[in-house]
């Protein structure tokens, strides 16, 4: 819409400016060439013969320049910076996914890291219980033994012991029956020192 | 070509093909004509050249021409806002044609185009015009309200639509006129100094030695002209947005 307004405009423009030469006088009378050559005299930027060569010619050059900035120049201009425009674009996107997919990267990386390491310390402390376990249950085990033989041994002990003192006391019966007949000629037997000792002792 | 270091010589033009009539109006074609050709075909080679490639990362040329781009059509886009977009060839091609004929104007011996009044009046009157074509085709004649602010009494009220329409009025004439202004008098007090080193240095040993002051100041008038170039037609185009903004978005 707009497009059709420019060339109306336009197309005004060369009738509106145009009386000023008429105003000039007897200009077209004249056909000695515009401007000619300082035959005039005057100042030559206000001198009105030339007038209608310079809009004629401004509006023919200026509109086949707005013809060939708006349906080439622009347009391939525009296309060039698009096409930067998408390529940046498509670069920046590819970029920040190659950046998610190494973050996510990392982070899997860093999943597994922690879990071996939470295995790691799994392992450790069910090896450690497990030792522990076995420590244990050899000492126990030791300890039984050795419990054992400690008793073993102390029944060992008590029995030497009695049968120790029931040789003493054999020996002092034997050793009473002979000092009483060295002393007294009096035959004693045994069985009756062993008696008289017990009494004793009892 | 009576006298060589005249400064108004730059500005007069010739026929280079011609003279034709066409219902009785001279348009030969003249070395302005020639000039205009010349920036049609610069633009547009210079673009097609840039765009060529199309690389993903742009060389020299390449980023010249994208730079050009985007300065004018952030310009359209900041301005106009996305309604804009119609008018981005539009004023793509005005900044570029007023541009091109201000820098091509910076070479010795050639001509430039925007140094005669009739050019940036031609472009100036073709942007009001669009402006009014625009805005009655967007909010038809209620557009007009543009020149009765509401709010005003009403004894006051024809006075300030009076003042409105000659504020209206007056942007094409100030539009033309800044930019042929500058060119024209950046043109001529260049080579009125440049025609005082001519003149001093043949003026024998002691001449030269003075010549050196105007020379220093040509060198430093073209680095200016070359600024006034750029900023000419950039405030052209920035105007022709503004102006559209107003038929685009009226506030009533």
Redesign the interface.
């Known amino acids: 819409m707009s497009q059709s307004t420019l060339v109306v405009a336009q197309a005004s423009t060369t009738e509106v400016p145009a009386p000023a030469p008429a105003q000039g006088g007897a200009a077209p009378a004249t056909t000695e060439g515009t401007g000619a050559e300082g035959g005039h005299g005057g100042f030559p930027p206000m001198d009105a013969h030339s007038f209608p060569s310079q809009i004629f010619w401004l509006v023919i050059f200026f509109a086949l320049l707005y013809l060939l900035m708006s349906k080439v120049a622009l347009p391939r201009m525009e296309t060039v910076l698009k096409n930067r425009h998408k390529a940046i674009e498509s670069d920046l996107s590819k970029a920040s996914a190659l950046k998610r997919e190494t973050e996510a990267a990392i982070q899997h990386y860093e999943k597994s890291l922690a879990d071996a390491r939470a295995n790691a310390q799994g392992i450790a402390t069910e090896t450690r219980a497990k030792v522990a376990a076995e420590i244990e249950t050899e000492r126990s085990a030791l300890e039984k033994t050795l419990s054992a033989k400690l008793a073993e041994a102390d029944s060992r002990i008590s029995a030497t012991k009695a049968k120790a003192m029931q040789d003493v006391n054999e020996v002092a019966a034997e050793t009473a029956a002979e000092i009483v007949s060295a002393l007294t000629g009096a035959t004693v037997s045994k069985e009756q020192a062993a008696k008289a000792i017990a009494g004793l002792k009892g | 070509?009576a006298n060589p270091i005249d400064p108004?010589?730059q500005?007069?033009?010739?026929?280079i093909a011609?003279?034709w009539?066409?219902a009785?109006?001279?348009?030969?074609?003249?070395n302005?004509?020639l000039f205009?050709?010349i920036?049609?075909a610069f633009?547009?080679l210079f673009?097609?050249a840039?765009?060529a490639r199309?690389a993903?990362v742009p060389g020299r040329l390449?980023s010249v021409?994208?730079i050009w781009?985007?300065f004018i059509h952030n310009m359209v886009r900041n301005v106009l806002g996305n309604e804009g977009k119609?008018?981005?060839?539009?004023v793509?091609?005005i900044f570029?044609?007023v541009l091109v004929a201000n820098m091509l104007g910076m070479f010795p011996y050639f001509f430039t185009?925007t140094?005669?009044?009739?050019?940036t009046?031609?472009?100036a009157?073709?942007v009001i015009?669009?402006v009014v074509?625009?805005g009655i085709?967007r909010h038809g004649l209620g557009w007009f309200k543009l020149f009765v602010p509401s709010g005003v009494p009403m004894a006051i009220l024809p006075f300030i639509s009076l003042i409105e329409v000659i504020s209206f009025l007056s942007r094409p004439v100030s539009l033309g006129l800044r930019l042929?202004g500058n060119m024209?008098a950046g043109h001529i007090v260049l080579k009125v100094f440049a025609g005082f080193v001519v003149l001093l240095a043949s003026m024998g040993i002691g001449g030269i030695i003075g010549s050196i002051a105007p020379l220093g100041m040509a060198v430093a008038l073209t680095a200016l002209e070359f600024l006034v170039a750029f900023l000419q037609a950039f405030v052209f185009a920035i105007l022709t947005c503004v102006y559209l903004n107003d038929a685009l978005h009226t506030h009533h």
């Open positions: 070509m108004i010589h500005f007069r033009l010739h026929d011609g003279p009539n066409i009785g109006y001279e348009i030969s074609f003249t302005s004509s205009m050709g920036i049609v633009v547009t673009l097609l840039s765009a199309g993903l390449q021409g994208e781009y985007e119609a008018f981005f060839p539009l793509f091609t570029s044609f185009v140094s005669h009044v009739v050019v009046a031609t472009l009157v073709f015009l669009l074509a625009v085709a042929f024209l």
